[in-house]
């Protein structure tokens, strides 16, 4: 089972920032924090991953806590192509992965 | 650089059959990770491969099976289809198995089990 638990579905306006929570309370010390994005069943895409400290890369930026029982996903400027559903993992020896949030981004 | 490819895009089978699934790795990755994906659910981690052995297996039973081969292209076997079998296989690489490599996705075998 996943580890994690995330809101089934969310919107956000378009150019305004999404924030995509996720909870992993459970989560040991050597697992990362990893984040996916999948658009029609294509294969998902990689976005962005850490450990302890938060991350930012071209396409996003993660925030975790500081007990790393939670973390964020944004997106600073959301895009219409931004419309996916989002998986927030815990990795340990393997992925796996829970439901998703559901972004849908409004013009 | 080549991303993951995967092939066939698509493939009809019927309850019994055997099916072989292909991946090839991105260039410089030697592990290759296979997920199942039903629909409307996320993705299930089948099993990994690096360096030609298994490293890793979900909850799959025996007649889904692997190989990876030297240039560390892979392929998914499952013997004796069941209709529950119908989903998106995707098969994902990485630089090496530890949990800070990220995996690539390919783009997915669409398998239909009539």
């Known amino acids: 089972d996943a580890k994690t638990t995330q809101p089934p579905s969310m919107d956000c306006a378009e150019g305004r920032a999404a924030n995509l929570p996720c909870n992993h309370s459970?989560?040991?010390?050597?697992?990362?924090v990893y984040w996916y994005r999948q658009i029609h069943s294509q294969g998902p895409q990689y976005i962005i991953h850490?450990?302890?400290n938060n991350e930012t890369n071209e396409m996003a930026s993660l925030i975790i806590t500081e007990d790393r029982k939670s973390s964020t996903l944004i997106l600073p400027h959301a895009t219409l192509r931004d419309t996916a559903v989002y998986y927030c993992i815990v990795r340990g020896n393997d992925m796996r992965f829970g439901a998703g949030t559901r972004l849908t981004v409004k013009p | 650089e080549t991303g993951v490819t995967q092939s066939p895009t698509h493939l009809i089978k019927t309850r019994g059959q055997q099916v072989t699934l292909r991946c090839s790795s991105q260039s410089g990755h030697n592990t290759v990770s296979w997920y199942q994906q039903a629909l409307g659910q996320g993705p299930q981690f089948i099993f990994q491969y690096y360096r030609e052995e298994e490293n890793g297996r979900g909850n799959f039973p025996p007649r889904f099976s692997g190989l990876q081969f030297p240039n560390y292209s892979s392929e998914l076997n499952v013997n004796a289809l069941e209709l529950d079998d119908s989903a998106l296989y995707l098969c994902?690489?990485?630089?090496?198995?530890?949990?800070?490599?990220?995996?690539?996705f390919g783009p997915g075998t669409r398998l239909t089990v009539l």
């Open positions: 459970t989560i040991s010390g050597n697992e990362y």
């Open positions: 994902a690489s990485s630089f090496g198995p530890a949990s800070y490599n990220e995996q690539f």
């Open positions: 850490g450990l302890k």
